[in-house]
């Protein structure tokens, strides 16, 4: 193994977590998500978001402004002064630089997750 190949399986981990916790929501919830806008240092990163749109089945819009906590202390803060009259003024302001299309079927997207859960079981039974 590379230095490479330890970071795509770093994001590639990340990727899969994500898809497992979006598909115990579907369960609860009951409803498919139409898509998933992220922010945040990682959604950067262009083989992780379109990874993370393969896995999921659904598009991933990466918004315009990547690092969004301190930008939405500060909405927040003009929404309680007045400055925009309410949440669905804010909302407009929203952009997005890119949206990633996933690019494989379900099938494959169904044996990878397999795959991933797989590997979680056999790391889990390693360390008992």
Not at 48 to 63: A, E, H, N, P, Y
Not at 84 to 109: G, V
């Amino acid at each position: 193994s590379t230095k490479a190949h330890v970071a795509r399986a770093t994001l590639e981990g990340i990727a899969f977590q994500v898809a497992e916790l979006v598909s115990a929501m579907t369960r609860d919830f009951g409803s498919r998500l139409s898509s998933m806008k992220v922010d945040g240092g990682a959604s950067a990163n262009n083989l992780l978001m379109q990874f993370q749109s393969d896995l999921l089945g659904t598009k991933v819009i990466r918004s315009e402004t990547l690092e969004t906590t301190a930008l939405g202390a500060a909405l927040q803060a003009g929404l309680a002064i007045g400055y925009w009259k309410n949440q669905d003024e804010i909302a407009k302001l929203w952009r997005s630089t890119h949206t990633f299309e996933p690019e494989i079927k379900t099938p494959e997207r169904v044996a990878k997750m397999r795959r991933w859960s797989k590997a979680v079981e056999a790391v889990a039974l390693l360390s008992n």
